[in-house]
């Protein structure tokens, strides 16, 4: 290893010294309304606590589960979907937005979810689900029968009629599930549009009254006292209104039935959508202005191109979301590269960014879990990443124990997403605490006994020990207002570092490589280190593959 860590070390050298840093003087921190340096924990009610042991998670779980959010000292929670639903998409298919599912509990256990978890100063944020509803939704079923008032609530259009005389839809727009997003209605002798599921038709926006309706959604919550909103599904709001064909995406080499066989320039990221969204905000900002109390935030789920992202953010006149999701770490895997985490991070460093609140996750209900995407050993490593990084951070439940993937059988994969679904693991008792002993919805991952909160809170060392240092790295971070990253060349090691007027920092090193890797601590002590750095008291310290530290100076 002799030649390999000498190679390294004078690259290191250099990293330190900073030059090579890719230096960003992030704003002045200062000021900062609460949502802006926040920790954001997203519960999928389902799979957190199934307090009624029926198999599925509740609000009364999350509430007995209280003293957890507490002790991670999280800002907000974000719950993914608790509304009345067929659960056709777990949830995100609504059929009453003002009505909590009997799965999840009642008005009554919302409302003492929210007394309790304001009352220990917990911010409760709401997942709001415009774009679609269900097909159970009684508006549906209103225009279906085109009852005066809800024809257009939806996206219907005449069938194209072929020479043969069969039909076919209107144009060749598909689903982001795949095949196409149309879907035959016998009874209105129409095809409507679904962007997802043929289950969760899309509401049509350019109706002024379904505009008003989701606003009344999100004012009576706002009323019950909620903070805000996860807003799902944004760029698929508006679609092309002439409902012109899209294009086929040069050499994707899918199959025409795939949602990115086509390049979707009519149906995702249209002007009126960005509209709506500074509409949104100017509605938020002003009930935060006329009920006073905290700002009331929503953050954007857009899955776009980076400059589109910037739009929902704001155009530089008006602004739109309080934040739009970052999934850039999403793309990292196994074999990502320390150049892989810099080409990631870097677009949301331009400047264009630098009046907004970045914000940085690793995972969510819909895509594998951060541990199993990027390898165990790398769990420390990206919970400092995206604490180092500032703004705000998005931890999706499990997160904070490094939980994995579950294992399922191909009947239990009724949804490629199920993988990350499965429940929390919080103990060694019965289904690792998740309920007392009912067969979950899906089954609780065989490693609740080597990965789960109550043994994590014993050890000394663990990724759980490690996050709740990381909350209060990122408070004191607020003061560290300057910002560099960089790697070496040979893609083996990442190195963040934030400094303050004093010249005092905190600097992020993961060795990311397949080779030790030392370091010199020199005035520098260990803040955190990942579980499995191994360190006896002197000036050197060797990073093995995997391993990653914070120091702090
Ligand atoms: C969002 C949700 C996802 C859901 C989809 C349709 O992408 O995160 O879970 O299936 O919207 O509502």
Partial sequence: MGKFVLIILATFVAILNASPLKHSQIRQEENLDWWQNAVVYQIYPRSFRDSNNDGVGDLRGIIEKIDHLIDLEVDAIWLSPIYKSPMIDNGYDISDYRTIDEVFGNMDDFME????????????LLDFVPNHT?????????????????????????PKLNENGT??????????FDNSAWTWNEQRQEYYFHQFYSAQPDLNFRNAKVQQELKDVMAYWLDMGVDGFRIDAVPHIYEDAELKDEPVNPDSGLNPTDYNYLNHIYTKDQNETFSLVYDWRAFMDNYTKANGGDTRIFMTECASDLDKILYYYGNGEKLGAHFSFNFNLLGLDVNSTSKDINDKIDPWFDRKFNNYT??????????PRAASRMGPNHVDAYNMLITILGGVTVTYMGEE??????ELTPEEMTDARNLERTPF?????????????????????????ETNLADQKNKTISHYKNYKQLVQLKKDLVNYSSLGYGYDEIGNVFVVSR??????????????????YEIKL????LFVQSVNVSYSPGDTLVLQPGDSIILKA
């Fill in 425 to 449: 693991q919080w103990d060694t008792t019965v289904n690792a605490g998740f309920n007392d002993g009912a067969t979950p919805w899906l089954p609780v991952s065989k490693k609740y006994l």
């Fill in 522 to 525: 020199g005035s520098s002590s």
């Fill in 113 to 124: 979810l929210l007394d309790k978890y304001h009352k220990a100063g917990i911010k409760v």
């Fill in 134 to 158: 269900s097909d159970q939704h009684e508006w549906f079923n209103k225009s279906v029968s085109k009852e005066p008032g809800y024809e257009d609530y939806y996206i219907w259009a005449a």
């Fill in 167 to 176: 039909r076919s839809p209107p144009n060749n727009w598909l689903s982001v």
């Fill in 358 to 367: 970045k914000n940085w996750l690793t995972g969510n209900h819909d895509n």
């Fill in 499 to 516: 400094t303050n007027g004093r010249s005092q920092y905190y600097r992020y090193i993961f060795n990311i490589g397949r080779e030790g």
């Fill in 401 to 406: 124990i490094g939980q994995e993937n579950g």
